[in-house]
């Protein structure tokens, strides 16, 4: 079992930044890819980026490639989300996920074995 917990989501203008970090914990021996996802109010969840064990793979949503970027520290057993450039569409529930299958980097939610409770990112315009 691993558990997740995310921080460093709040309140940032268009244009700002804000670092997300996932802190796992438990079973943090075992290998295991991240991913972050997204849900806005009234939207289905949605990924954001994923990295595998080693950070040799990595996926980006289209709407975000080339604002944020996904990194890891296994030796910390930390996962990081840095987000620039932020806009209002960005404005979601921020969720930490981890997939026991290490060496992809997996878009589907329906990959991922544990989740995060999620830390709220709101862009005003």
């Known amino acids: 079992q691993v558990q997740l917990v995310e921080s460093g989501g709040g309140l940032v203008q268009a244009g700002g930044s804000l670092r997300l970090s996932c802190a796992a914990s438990?079973?943090?021996?075992?290998?295991?890819?991240m991913g972050w996802f997204r849900q806005a109010p009234g939207k289905e969840r949605e990924f954001v980026a994923a990295?595998?064990?080693?950070?040799?793979?990595?996926n980006y949503a289209d709407s975000v490639k080339g604002r944020f970027t996904i990194s890891r520290d296994n030796a910390e057993n930390m996962g990081y989300l840095q987000m620039n450039s932020l806009r209002p569409e960005d404005t979601a529930v921020y969720y930490c996920?981890?997939?026991?299958?290490?060496?992809?980097?997996?878009?589907?939610?329906?990959?991922?074995?544990?989740w995060g409770q999620g830390t709220q990112v709101t862009v005003s315009s």
């Open positions: 996920a981890a997939d026991k299958v290490p060496f992809l980097a997996p878009t589907n939610s329906y990959a991922y074995d544990y």
């Open positions: 438990g079973r943090t021996s075992s290998r295991f890819a």
């Open positions: 990295i595998s064990w080693n950070g040799g793979n990595t």
